[in-house]
Every structure is written in C-alpha cells, then in structure tokens.
C-alpha cells in the first residue's frame, strides 16, 4: 500500500497501515527518508513558521503523532490510528538491531544517551551495541557540530535519531541530511527522558484514549503555555469545518 497524502489545516500528513514497514522496507533498500512526527503544536507552529511548513512539505514521511491530528483525520471519514513517533523509532532501532544495520543518536542533555543505550540493552533483545556508531548529547557548540556533522559523514549510519525539540530537529535534520543521503532520519522530541527513565509515558489506557497529553501536562504544568495549541487547532479545525473565515 503507498502513502496516501492528506492536509491537516493546510499541513501534510500521510496515511498508511503499517507505517513501520513502510520505513523498514526503505531503511533496508537504503533510501533516504526524513520522518516528520505531527501533533498538533507542530500542525500550528507550522501555520506560523514557513521554514518549518516548507520541512514538513518536504519530508518523505509525516505520520499522525498526536492525538488532535488522528481525531482530525477522523472527521475526514479516514480510519487511521496514532502512530506515535517514539514507538516507530523503537521499531527502526529493533530493525537495525535485526538486519545489521547502524545506528547514530543526537539529543537529550548530557549522559542521557549513555542511559537509553542501557535500558535498550536491558529491554530490547533486537538491540546490538555494535551497530551504534556515534552519539553525542543535543548541547553543543559551533565546534562540536563540526564534529557530529564530520562523524555522520564519516560513518553513514542507517539510522539517525535526532532529538532538540520542535521545531530545530526539523530544521536541523533537513539542513544536514545531505550529508547521509540514503539514511532514515527521524526527529523523536523528548524520547530519549523517556527511554533513559528520566520520564516516563502516559499509562496505557490514557495512550489509547488519546490522553498522553494530558499526562504530560499533569508531570510538568509548566508546559501549559504549549498546550494552548491544543485548544486553538480545535478552534481553526471548528472554523474550517463551518466553512468560516477568521
């Protein structure tokens, strides 16, 4: 089955079966990819921001993260589930793990990484330290990023993981992904807290009500500023749907 390309308020998301073997199957045939993860922060920065609107139109794969976006796509008579982006990257690394490809981690404060790679080699059997080629931490200067950008060239790794936030992991990715022309690069947030156990996910049941947002926003009120965005998509959702102009 191919991509099927719908708009969320102007904004491209792609819907499929089974996104992961979709990105599987061009991991292994070695086909260059840029995977945007959409929620609904993302949908509006995007209206905002045209630098972010033009990565996202570009972007070979955008799958339907947040819960605002499935629900959306929904009204549209679509039947589609959350692909949320953390378990898709789990499901590239198991991949990698399994056909002996490489891997390349960027993001997270400093130690974080060092923490995932220990807890993936606790929880995920697929996983292979071998296959990880290089890491660093998504606090660096002019210099360092010299050096990361040296070493992706240098390494190609199959898979990259980028995680400092929306929407610079966007932004950054599509200006560098030249470099490994024929990796998967996949932007996946604050995913590294949560497989270090720095964070923790939703509980099950919130996931699959649609709720991990307001799990997080109970961990840390302090993103209630961000969560606005949730009320105003519902609003420009309302108004397009009405067929009103504002």
Same mark, same amino acid.
């Given at each position: 089955?191919?991509?099927?390309?719908?708009?969320?308020?102007?904004?491209?998301?792609?819907?499929?079966? !089974?996104? %992961?073997?979709? &990105?599987? =199957?061009? @991991?292994?045939?070695? #086909? /260059?990819?840029?995977?945007? *993860? $959409?929620?609904?922060?993302?949908?509006?920065?995007?209206?905002?921001?045209?630098?972010?609107?033009?990565?996202?139109?570009?972007?070979?794969?955008?799958?339907?993260?947040?819960?605002?976006?499935?629900?959306?796509?929904?009204?549209?008579?679509?039947?589609?589930?959350? !692909?949320? %982006?953390?378990? &898709?990257? =789990?499901? @590239?690394?198991?991949? #990698? /793990?399994?056909?002996?490809? *490489? $891997?390349?981690?960027?993001?997270?404060?400093?130690?974080?990484?060092?923490?995932?790679?220990?807890?993936?080699?606790?929880?995920?059997?697929?996983?292979?330290?071998?296959?990880?080629?290089?890491?660093?931490?998504?606090?660096?200067?002019?210099?360092?990023?010299?050096?990361?950008?040296?070493?992706?060239?240098?390494?190609?790794?199959?898979?990259?993981?980028?995680?400092?936030?929306?929407?610079?992991?966007?932004?950054?990715?599509?200006?560098?992904?030249?470099?490994?022309?024929?990796?998967?690069?996949?932007?996946?947030?604050?995913?590294?807290?949560?497989?270090?156990?720095?964070?923790?996910?939703?509980?099950?049941?919130?996931?699959?009500?649609?709720?991990?947002?307001?799990?997080?926003?109970?961990?840390?009120?302090?993103?209630?500023?961000?969560?606005?965005?949730?009320?105003?998509?519902?609003?420009?959702?309302?108004?397009?749907?009405?067929?009103?102009?504002?």
């Amino acid at each position: 089955m191919t991509l099927q390309k719908q708009r969320v308020l102007g904004v491209p998301v792609d819907v499929h079966d !089974c996104y %992961g073997d979709w &990105l599987t =199957e061009r @991991l292994l045939q070695g #086909v /260059g990819t840029q995977v945007v *993860t $959409l929620n609904t922060e993302m949908v509006m920065q995007a209206r905002s921001n045209p630098d972010l609107a033009r990565v996202i139109e570009a972007a070979e794969l955008a799958v339907p993260d947040g819960a605002g976006v499935v629900l959306y796509l929904r009204s549209l008579n679509l039947a589609i589930e959350r !692909c949320p %982006g953390i378990e &898709l990257a =789990e499901t @590239l690394v198991r991949a #990698v /793990g399994i056909h002996h490809k *490489t $891997l390349y981690l960027i993001g997270g404060a400093p130690g974080i990484l060092e923490l995932v790679v220990e807890t993936w080699q606790k929880t995920m059997p697929q996983f292979d330290r071998s296959c990880l080629v290089g890491m660093h931490h998504g606090y660096f200067d002019a210099l360092e990023e010299a050096k990361i950008l040296q070493s992706l060239a240098d390494q190609q790794p199959h898979l990259i993981l980028v995680g400092l936030g929306v929407p610079r992991q966007e932004l950054w990715i599509e200006q560098h992904r030249h470099l490994c022309a024929n990796s998967i690069w996949i932007g996946v947030g604050g995913s590294f807290d949560v497989w270090s156990g720095v964070k923790q996910r939703a509980p099950k049941l919130m996931q699959n009500w649609n709720l991990e947002w307001l799990y997080r926003l109970y961990l840390e009120p302090w993103r209630w500023r961000r969560m606005l965005s949730i009320p105003q998509f519902a609003w420009c959702a309302l108004q397009q749907r009405l067929g009103w102009k504002g």
